[in-house]
């Protein structure tokens, strides 16, 4: 008998009995193995191993591991091992003369040209050894592919959020396979577009919604070009930039009880109520105090981002902004509270500094871009590109086991089956608590398993709501083109959509409590939770009509909702901080686990965004790949700097 372990790449060693063996000491034994190209087309393969006794013993030499390279020929092994040899030859020649390299034709294998090599010289150790003769015969299954390689190494990827799909294009372009594995039932993570129906505009963003034009995000719009510019890529799926208004002269600050048009960032302790606040701040603008605030810290961040947060987390990671501007900057705790709460969120002070410096370094552009019919057409093309047939939606990971063969077994579960599988890299693309979650992994070190329980992640909570007109548009005061009202009623911010300004028919607008303030509505029912949106909604349009002078109604308008409850659906929300995390725990919730490493936008400074996911995925290429790799880029333009 002979026994194969089945392995994601490589075949291990067959074990023979010596009574199972011919009179002429010839045994074939047939194993099916699934292969797979870097198109990821399917093959089927036959494996036939033919062991040879040797003097003196009863049993034969065992066969030495076999190696996952595939001849395509119908021949069976025989003593003339030139013949197969030949016509593997044949066959190249004729597949590199019909076949381009990069592009495979339906039903036409296509091999690499180093397989070659790696054929003769295994044949040639095997054979003059006389020890082990192998001819695998590859058996074509629809329109497919067929890779030889037996230097190519697999890398599993549990995530198919931006990290993951980021890391997995990184990776085939260095030649690599990927698999991803994905819990949920699309890809994106916290990209997420929902769309009400197929009619234009009628949609919202539950995850990411806008990307500020600065230097530090031009590896998000590298990335963009580079999906664009793939060959591969249908003109359907291409991503089309459109402006993200951030601010309009027609939205609403709501504190207290005054409602005004005044910009939030020009909101004063006076305009907005705050009696307690001293005397010399009182006509102090919100934007002015945080300027001052902050500027000390970020002066430079811009341009020399790097080395610039480095040294903040070291010297001021361990403080709250509270706590600096009352001991270092000498504020008055009141005036702390008053932009805390209205350019923040309750208890946002409560966090590291670090947390409000990035923040206000990406909130401090002025340009802004979104993508036209939804975030998730940039993780769709994504996944496009890396090949659907690499990713298993609906596969929950619940084994990840280290191998005595220095692999990773995976297994995951799916509605309709389980799924095991082994690779030589893995790459958790998940926050803490799904990674915690896993039950039947490897228990790390003492600090590594502290990073991963300290990272707090607040909840974060949208609804998007469908109207029948854009009636915040059609306001005879004039009407709000995009951009966000604040308040401090619990719905937090009110944005309206960038996009079909102007138009008529139904709109959607969304609210977007955070942490504290979107705490509050999870235990509520969803009955519950779409009433008080309404209502309060209802509540900053309550004296106001519209060009016809017809007084608003909000619930009259209301048509249906959609929400996302980002701690339940994928158990994560939005990264906080606590003083000393950053400087204490990022770095070893960061360092790769033996060969299982570690992604995702909160192992990156800027974790709100999804920069941070695509700069982990880079950082964790590098790992892997021990050498420097580029962010992806115009492929045009990646061809012209190569040659």
Sequence with gaps: MVEF???????DTPVMSGEEQTQDNRKVNILHWKGRHRNQRQWRTEVAVTGRRERGR????????????????????????IVAVVMFACYLLLTMLLVDRERVRPGMPFLHRTSLLNFFFYASTSFDQKNT?????????????????????????????????????????KGYTVKIFEAADRVGGRVQTHHFTTDENQYYE??????????????????????????????????????????????????????????????TPASAGWIDVPEPYQNRSAGDLLNSALE?????????????IEWIVK?????????????????????VSFLEATLFYPNAFSCSIIDACIKNLHFSSKDWKTIDQGMSRLTDAMAYLVGHENI?????????????????????????????????????????????????????????????????????????????????????????????????????????????????????????????????????????????????????????????????????????????IWSESTGSGLTAPQPGHLSTHLEWARNAENNIFFAGGHLSYHYDWILGAALSAVQVVKDILQADVQPLSDVSMEKESRS
């Design 133 to 173: 003769c192998l001819l695998i015969i590859g058996q074509r299954l629809e329109n497919s592919a067929i890779i030889l390689n037996m230097n190519d190494h697999n890398i599993g990827i549990v995530g198919a959020g931006l990290a993951g799909l980021y890391s997995a294009l990184l990776l085939q372009e």
């Design 392 to 564: 298993t939606l609906g596969a929950n990971v619940t084994e990840l086991i280290n191998t005595g063969n220095q692999r990773v077994a995976v297994k995951a579960k799916c509605s309709d089956r389980v799924i095991s599988a082994e690779f030589d890299r893995v790459i958790l693309a998940i926050p803490p608590p799904a990674l915690r979650s896993i039950t039947n992994r490897p228990r790390w070190s003492t600090r590594k398993e502290l990073a991963i329980r300290s990272l707090i992640m607040e909840p974060a909570y949208k609804v998007g709501l469908r109207f029948k007109t854009r009636f915040w548009e059609q306001l005879s005061s004039g009407g709000s083109m995009g951009g966000q009202s604040e308040t401090d009623l619990p719905i937090r911010l009110l944005m309206y959509p960038s996009y079909g300004m102007g138009t008529s028919g139904p709109g959607v607008l969304i609210i977007y409590p955070w942490f504290t303030d979107g705490q509050s509505w999870i235990p509520l029912t969803v009955e519950q939770r779409q009433g008080l949106a309404l209502d309060f909604i209802a509540e900053l349009y309550q004296d106001q009509c519209d060009q016809y002078g017809n007084k608003i109604d909000v619930h009259e308008q209301f048509i249906e909702a959609s929400e996302v």
């Design 315 to 335: 010297n001021y990671d361990q403080c709250t902004l509270r706590c600096y501007l009352i001991e270092h900057k000498n504020w008055s705790p009141s005036v």
């Design 58 to 81: 009863r049993n034969p030499v065992p066969c030495r591991p076999v190696p996952s390279c595939a001849v395509f020929a119908d021949v069976l092994v025989t003593k003339r091992v």
């Design 296 to 308: 000390e810290l970020t002066q430079g961040l811009n341009n020399d981002f790097n080395d610039r």
């Design 206 to 267: 539950a995850g990411a919604m806008r990307i500020p034009v600065t230097k530090l995000q031009d590896t998000i719009f590298s990335l963009i070009r580079y999906v664009n510019s793939h060959e591969r890529l249908p003109q359907t799926m291409a991503i089309r930039l459109i402006d993200y208004i951030c601010h309009h002269e027609g939205n609403y600050s709501h504190f207290g009880s005054t409602i005004s048009r005044i910009p939030v960032t020009d909101v």
């Design 5 to 11: 372990i089945r392995m994601e790449g490589w075949l």
